[in-house]
């Protein structure tokens, strides 16, 4: 009989997560088909491509919104479950309301895993041809930072024209054996291949400099140079890593790799610590809806419920933003910026258990 009963829990648990995430689903991808559209209006090109687009780039947007997911609609599932009275008629089959939380908590949890080893594959292969396909029609942009198997390529335009640079590497501070290529009018006028380039701040700072005047058909050579930039490495490591496009088992088993390319160890181990607090994220955001719900004796009206919901997510969302911001301004640590919204949950969930428990 048990099993029949946490059967029907869980179904009925997945088949109100599932309506969320298609109801999120076309939201989403209605909202970023207006970005898309307003990105390629000038170009002759076919509805088809802002579609399939929203479609490749919605699914990391649910995945990061997931756990608020988890939190409606466990919201969602206990409000019902307490005003069809299938509460009480589960409670006549020995289930306690920790229990019940306990049943979906842990589903929720495996369900995280799922995510993590199925899932999010899928949606960093979905976002990386996303920004592939993007990047070819980013010609207008005036700003573009990539990294690929040959190395970083940056373009920027200014009034004069505009310039490639190319690094083999990017290390803590600098490009290694950097080339750039500087147009006039679509017209190659000069390059430089430079042996690394100090990136923290504006100018650059380049070591043993090649400087080739193609119109002048003439090369100098200089030990030092300083070259004015619009990105500094802060600039480029916000814009260029986007770790949305490497899947939590790539991050696992291609780690020196990847650290190798450039991505340094702290926001490596930073996306990774992310990834392993979903599946308790998760498991919190069941708790923590019924404590707002199961947990109350009175009966309120549906308004409240709904008000709360957003306060919570707002709250969560924001609380999780200051804490990854004093990660990475180094007054905490990165790891615990990534589990301290967490740790708190945690400690307002217990309280909250106690209380439902003793209902």
């Known amino acids: 009989m048990n099993k029949i009963i946490n059967k029907y829990i869980i179904e009925k648990f997945l088949k109100i997560i599932f309506n969320s995430v ?4 076309a939201l989403g991808i209605v909202l970023n088909l207006f970005e898309e559209i307003e990105f390629f209006k000038n170009l002759n090109l076919s509805f088809t491509l802002p579609i399939i687009l929203s479609l490749s780039y919605v699914p990391t947007l649910i995945l990061q919104l ?19 009275k299938e509460l009480l008629s589960i409670k006549i089959f020995g289930y306690s309301n920790i229990k019940i939380i306990l049943i979906l908590s842990f ?13 999010n594959p899928i949606t960093s292969t979905l976002i990386k041809f996303y920004e592939t396909e993007k990047a070819q029609y980013a010609k207008d942009i005036d700003h573009l930072i990539s ?24 290390s803590e501070q600098s490009l290694e054996k950097v080339s750039v290529f500087i147009f006039d009018d679509n017209k190659l006028i000069k390059r430089l291949e430079s ?7 504006n100018p650059w700072q380049m070591k043993n400099v090649y400087i080739f005047d193609v119109k002048e058909n003439s090369s100098i050579f200089l030990e030092n140079y300083i070259f004015q930039s619009d990105n500094t490495l802060d600039k480029i490591n916000s814009l260029y890593r986007n770790l949305n ?15 190798e390319r450039g991505y340094s160890k702290k926001i490596l181990n930073e996306k990774i610590n992310q ?30 419920y709904v008000l709360v919901s957003i306060l919570t997510c707002a709250v969560i969302y924001y609380f999780n933003d200051i804490s990854i911001a004093l990660g990475k301004t180094e007054r905490i640590s990165a ?20 209380q439902i428990n003793e209902k």
């Not at 298609?22 to 689903?25: E, H, K, V, W």
């Not at 640079?165 to 990017?170: G, Q, S, V």
């Not at 990834?275 to 409240?304: C, D, E, H, R």
């Not at 990534?338 to 309280?351: R, Y």
């Open 22 to 25: 298609l109801i999120f689903l």
């Open 245 to 259: 496009t490497i899947s939590f088992l790539d991050l696992i088993l291609d780690y020196e790799q990847l650290n």
């Open 195 to 201: 042996e690394s380039a100090l990136i923290i701040k």
């Open 275 to 304: 990834f392993i607090t979903l599946p308790f994220f998760l498991f919190l955001m069941v708790v923590l809806a019924a404590i707002f719900t199961i947990g109350s004796l009175k009966n309120k009206q549906n308004i409240y």
């Open 66 to 84: 997931f756990p608020f997911i988890i939190f409606l609609s466990s919201m969602y599932y206990f409000l019902h479950l307490r005003s069809s």
């Open 107 to 119: 589903f929720s949890f495996f369900l995280g895993l799922l995510i993590l080893f199925v899932v």
């Open 147 to 170: 990294v690929n198997n040959n190395g970083v390529w940056i373009k920027e335009i200014d009034d004069s024209g505009y310039k490639i640079i190319n690094a083999e590497t990017l």
């Open 335 to 354: 790891t615990l910026s990534v589990w301290m919204p967490l740790i708190v949950i945690s400690l307002l969930c217990s309280i909250g258990v106690i």
